[in-house]
């Protein structure tokens, strides 16, 4: 049986690591298009918690997801730095 690896990515959510295709900023067009196009198709999982979304984890099954933490973070968890930190700002600026 293959194990499942989980990723933290972000208030205690997970995601399994060998599902990742890629980890993105939310800023540029093509990035905001996709998130709009999967959530037309039900395939958006926004795990922000009302936070601004930092990062956008795209997934092999078409999933894109939302996160509150940096690309970065999330990646180093990805790659199993644990020490990296959780930078989360509540102001929308």
């Given amino acids: 049986m293959k194990s499942i690896t989980l990723v933290n990515i972000g208030f205690g959510n997970m995601v399994s690591a060998n599902r990742v295709i890629a980890i993105v900023s939310p800023e540029?067009?093509?990035?905001?298009?996709?998130?709009s196009e999967a959530r037309d198709?039900?395939?958006?999982?926004?795990a922000t918690y009302g936070r601004r979304t930092r990062a956008v984890v795209i997934t092999d099954s078409g999933h894109v997801i939302l996160s509150a933490v940096q690309p970065e973070t999330v990646a180093g968890r990805l790659r199993g730095q644990q020490d990296a930190p959780e930078a989360v700002e509540d102001n929308d600026n």
């Fill in 41 to 46: 198709d039900g395939l958006l999982i926004d």
């Fill in 28 to 35: 540029s067009a093509p990035i905001k298009r996709t998130i």
